[in-house]
């Protein structure tokens, strides 16, 4: 069936594809078993100058690839520039860093030489969502290729010309045919990827449901996953804390990406002893955030992605509010065309409502007062996920005590949650498993060889 690329900000037709056939796959799957076998040969020089090159296509077409994220998906085109310099950011990173990560680490034994010696295992399926088009896809493709190791996208379907765009990223940079496939598949089709001998792992970044099925599968396969999954992080603001920061860095943190970040923060506990100024101003700025067209350069909110993630925030928010929370900024008029959601902020959620127990997919933050630092962390530890955490406050001790007793993959002390090649990134619960990213992002898809030699 032909899939249908639809701009969200004005519910116009992009364009439309035809999803690869079983046969197309079958051919792409046999191209990445054959190219692994001469790829994993090459050396760290030669997949650097590779991903070196990939970097420079990348700055060089940022402004065309940033346009069609925003017109596939509606993130202001200021963000998608910088998603696309992330990207570069990220192939230069392995590059530059992926031989010493990878390097063999020498253990003494009573052997003459005793050592592990980092692998690659061969084609690695990705299966990436549409709110980071490019940033999704690289973080996982730049250190499985420097650990010569051969990629397929199975892309979300609402940016499939983005997939396209990103393996053409590998091609015009040189990587031989076969290292970087897009695979034009419904999420129908995945198992039969996954279940296929030539696919030796998958990486998932999505649902949890679509990390339960993948995971569900690859494990009847005896084959590894690595699952990035939602998040309802918490964000803590203490009385000791900088509150403009504070401020700004919430309306930042829940607002990035139109609110579509798994590390958005979404749950917000504030002390008591600065909760009303911190709501007052949260309110007034989220407020302020200018609403429109996401190719223009003043935006900071386009629509949300598509009709059903509109359609489910929504419901959301009526049940949460129906449940006793307080909506603090007024209904504002909106566009009739396109998938527009204004900020919100709900106060006092009930324990149950979807504000305080769901990952919400759009710009709506929940607030609550506390009275102390460990109610704080109770009521975040209170979820199911945990991807990432933030605390705002100069107090040495609460810093060490958040670190310590947030139940989560990060906590980020005075600054939003943020990915970072050289950094690890991933969660724990129901947030998934693994991690991306730094020294533990490329060691993910390795077989660690035990080497003894007598
Ligand atoms: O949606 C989750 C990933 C966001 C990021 O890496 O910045």
Known sequence: MTVRSVNPATEELIEEFEPHSELD???????AAERFQSWRLTSFDERAKLLHAAADVLDARKDDFARRMTLEMGKPLKQAVAETEKCAWVCRHYADNGA??????RIETDASASYVRNLPIGPVLAIMPWNFPFWQVFRFAAP??????VGLLKHASNVWRSALNIEDVFSEAGFPAGCFQTLLIGSDKVENVIRDRRVRAASLTGSGPAGSAVASIAGDEIK???LELGGTDAFIVMPSADLEAAVATAVDGRTQNNGQSCIAAKRFFI??????TFRDQFVDKMK???I???MREETQIGPLAMKSIRDDLAVQVEISITAGAKPLIPKMELPQKGYWFAPQILENAPDTAPASRDEMFGPVASLWKVSSLAEAIGRANDSEFGLGSAIFTNEKSEVETAIRDLDAGSTFVNSKVASDPRLP??????????RELARDGILSFINRKTVSIA
């Open 25 to 31: 796959v079958d051919q792409a799957l046999a191209n």
């Open 100 to 105: 010493r990560y990878l390097e063999d680490e």
């Open 144 to 149: 499985a290729l420097m650990a010569g190791n």
């Open 224 to 226: 590894p996953t690595l």
């Open 271 to 276: 002390h008591a002893e600065v909760y009303d």
């Open 288 to 290: 302020a955030l200018r």
């Open 292 to 294: 429109g067209d996401p």
């Open 425 to 434: 990134f991933g969660g724990v619960k129901s947030s998934g498993y693994g």
